[in-house]
């Protein structure tokens, strides 16, 4: 321990040390020159921007309390403020986007290090593709010095934990806290605060996919994602971070890890097709013609191989990301009931589409509980429409019921595929 570094007011402790080098050295671990104004060496070596945390909020992160009863208490990272926006005025939808200050975390509780712990070995994301080790490495090490992202984290581990665990139903209150913190942001963004607002949506897409109530939040935070990652290549041309934004580059890569074999059932899938079909005289908003065009050729391509079918599917998020504000809220009023019949097939090719989603991340430990959250969006959608509009997706419904059931029973969604005589109408 060097004592120098100690002030002389404070109560010597082991390990301590600096906390004023820049967050690129702290993501790596690596001691920092902390030659502000001046770009560290090893930052500008290595092409990347020399961010450090705002001088309000430079200091040390253990207090006294960290040792006595309050530990027992339910803290949580601190909250930001949020003071000003970016706007990209050239956007097709109007956005704003907010970073965050950094800032240090108080304690954790014991639940805090299961659900950390849960994220890193199972629920991290794998999106953008590529990133797997950005999440288990780097993110994590940034999300110390930034509370959304960290939140964001617990969140995710913590809801996925609560779908796949005995005992879930106890850590779903701590996950919606950690959302409701994940959520709040601060002002000024860099390009590093950027990569780590775009860590968070991402982080808070795959959180939103394990509640059962999160198909609205899935849907938001898959628009974020989409119009926080335009901002970016508009501002920057790339990401520091993710090396795979563009979809010219997310194709080439997921294209040789896909099979060129029909990924369903053909009969199925006209069954499919031909429920879809029925809904053409309902359509009256251009948000609905633009999602039954994504979903129709979805069930489409599905026939033709499982890379036509994934491509054709990523058009259902960007059927979203082109809407304008008002269009979206208005596309997912539960009111509208066209919306729910569409979104009741985007359930149900999602659910159809799982096998191939398992090919585009084989690293990750998957459980079919995993699909548990998505039974319930369309049980729920289904429940909700009136009487009269239930026949158009009766078939959707007892086809999400089916595959519910196999999950539940330890069996496959292939079962289903050979035993398929309850589902034809």
């Known amino acids: 321990m060097v004592l120098s570094e100690v002030q002389p007011s404070r109560t010597i402790r082991p390990h301590t040390k600096s906390r004023q080098g820049c967050l690129n050295c702290k993501a790596r671990r690596v001691k920092c020159q902390e030659t502000r104004p001046q770009p560290y060496y ?45 706007r990209q ?49 780097s993110l994590p090490a940034y999300a110390h010095e930034c509370p959304h992202l960290m939140h964001a984290i617990l969140c995710l581990g913590a809801s996925h934990l609560s779908l796949i665990s005995p005992k879930g139903d106890t850590y779903t209150t701590l996950a919606v806290e950690h959302l409701g913190s994940a959520l709040t942001t601060g002002d000024r963004c860099t390009r590093t605060e950027l990569d780590l607002i775009l860590a968070t949506t991402y982080a808070l897409t795959f959180q939103a996919s394990y509640m059962i109530g999160g198909l609205t939040d899935f849907a938001f935070m898959v628009r974020g994602c989409a119009i926080i990652t335009r901002h970016i290549l508009n501002q920057y041309q790339r990401s520091e971070m993710f090396d795979l934004l563009m979809p010219e580059d997310v194709y080439a890569h997921v294209w040789p890890r896909l099979s060129a074999e029909p990924c369903y059932n053909p009969e199925i899938l006209d069954t499919c097709i031909q429920t879809l079909e029925s809904l053409q005289p309902l359509l009256q908003q251009d948000s609905h013609q633009l999602t039954y065009q994504a979903i129709s050729s979805t069930y489409r391509t599905m026939k033709i191989s499982a890379r036509e079918g994934f491509i054709a599917f990523t058009f259902v998020y960007s059927s979203w990301e082109h809407m304008s504000n008002q269009e979206f809220m208005d596309f997912l009023d539960t009111s509208n009931h066209v919306s729910s019949l569409l979104l009741l097939h985007f359930v149900t090719v999602t659910i159809m589409m799982r096998p191939v989603f398992g090919m585009l991340r084989p690293s990750i430990l998957e459980t079919s509980k995993d699909a548990l959250a998505n ?4 049980a729920n959608i289904y429940e909700s429409l009136p ?15 089916a595959d519910k059931a196999c999950i539940e029973s330890e069996g496959t969604i292939h079962a289903i595929h050979h035993n398929n005589d309850h589902l034809m109408l």
């Open 42 to 86: 090893n930052c500008a070596s290595r092409s990347v921007e020399c961010v450090y945390p705002p001088e309000n909020q430079l200091g040390r992160r253990r207090n006294g309390s960290r040792r006595n009863s309050d530990r027992k208490g339910p803290s949580r990272l601190d909250s930001l403020s949020s003071t000003s926006t970016i």
């Open 89 to 137: 005025d050239s956007a097709p939808s109007e956005v704003e986007l907010r970073s965050h200050s950094f800032t240090s975390p108080n304690t954790f509780i014991g639940e805090d290090f299961r659900f950390f712990h849960h994220f890193l070995i199972t629920a991290y994301p794998h999106l953008p593709f590529q990133s797997e080790e950005l999440w288990k490495t």
């Open 375 to 378: 039974h319930q969006w369309g």
């Open 387 to 401: 009487e009269e509009f239930r026949g158009f997706v009766e078939w959707q419904y007892r086809f999400i019921a």
